[in-house]
Nanobody, 127 residues
């Protein structure tokens, strides 16, 4: 069982930056692939970024490539999402998730690859 707690959300002007953190409980954090997803009002949940167990590989949604960076610190049981050049369309509740897929393929960009989810943190970008 893994419990995930996100923090770092808030309100920022367009062009600004935020860093989200997701702290995980348990001693097996390094065995999980970690992902970030988001859901805007009236829209479906969408993939944002994901990172392998060791942090050596990442995938990003096209909409955030070049602006967002996912990273992890296995010693601190924490995954981060650095968000730069924020846009109003980034406004959403952002969730972190933990999964244990057999391999790190394109399926890790789907929500059903993850077993555990945090409660989410709100990110609001004003124009």
């Amino acid at each position: 069982q893994v419990q995930l707690v996100e923090s770092g959300g808030g309100t920022v002007q367009a062009g600004g930056s935020l860093r989200l953190s997701c702290a995980a409980s348990g001693r097996t954090f390094s065995t999980y692939v970690m992902g970030w997803f988001r859901q805007a009002p009236g829209k479906e949940r969408e993939f944002v970024a994901t990172i392998t167990w060791s942090g050596g590989r990442t995938y990003y949604a096209d909409s955030v490539k070049g602006r967002f960076t996912i990273s992890r610190d296995n010693a601190k049981n924490t995954v981060y999402l650095q968000m730069n050049s924020l846009k109003p369309e980034d406004t959403a509740v952002h969730f972190c998730a933990a999964g244990n897929p057999v391999a790190f393929g394109s399926h890790v960009m789907r929500g059903d690859a993850y077993e555990y989810w945090g409660q989410g943190t709100q990110v609001t970008v004003s124009s």
